[in-house]
């Protein structure tokens, strides 16, 4: 009925036991004796979810702007960045606006229909999911003009081309 251990086995089987226990014991005792920051919670990560066309790191730093960077901590509901301090609604709503505001580079394509940001005081992290939504993006070319001779164009940054070369030379504005 009883398994047959030798004695050497369980000598090391108790030594890993109480090695393990007193392992789990001193981390208790570190983490419960650490001191807390009175800074509050740091800024730990800016994590974004949904986004195809618009890059992440213009998104990213969109929200840097609004406050979320590292060196920035959140103090109850208050962020502290190293310029300023202000409610956590505002610095959410301002992520939210300039999140919304963002382009594809290069362009004035600015394809983000809606956002959300949540912030996790206890943890730091910031959680921005964004809905792409290209049925109300509106193309418009500023200052552009197309003339009726098909062998010059204005383009939109006001410059003419001159279609008639092969290579398409481009004249700089004329008047």
């Known amino acids: 009925m009883f398994l047959k251990v030798r004695r050497d ?3 090391i089987i108790i030594l890993a036991f109480v090695l ?8 208790y005792i570190a983490f419960a004796s650490s ?3 009175e800074d509050g919670v740091p800024v730990a990560s800016v994590m974004i979810k949904g986004t195809n066309a618009v890059p992440m790191y213009s998104i990213r730093s969109n929200v840097e702007a609004a406050g979320f960077r590292q060196g920035s901590y959140i103090k109850g509901n208050t962020l502290i960045t190293s310029q300023r301090q202000l409610p956590l609604s505002d610095a959410i709503e301002n992520a939210r606006d300039l999140v919304k505001k963002t382009t594809i580079p290069g362009t004035t394509v600015t394809p ?3 956002v959300d940001v949540q912030v996790d005081s206890t943890t730091g992290d910031v959680v921005v999911t964004v809905v792409e939504d290209f049925s109300s993006v509106q193309i418009k070319l500023d200052n552009s003009s197309y003339s009726n001779n098909s062998s010059t164009q204005t383009s939109a940054s006001g410059n003419i081309l001159d279609l008639t070369d092969q290579n398409a030379t481009v004249n700089k504005e004329v008047g």
């Open 9 to 11: 086995t369980l000598l």
């Open 20 to 27: 393990i226990l007193s392992g789990r014991a001193m981390t």
């Open 35 to 37: 001191t807390t920051s």
């Open 112 to 114: 983000i229909g809606a």
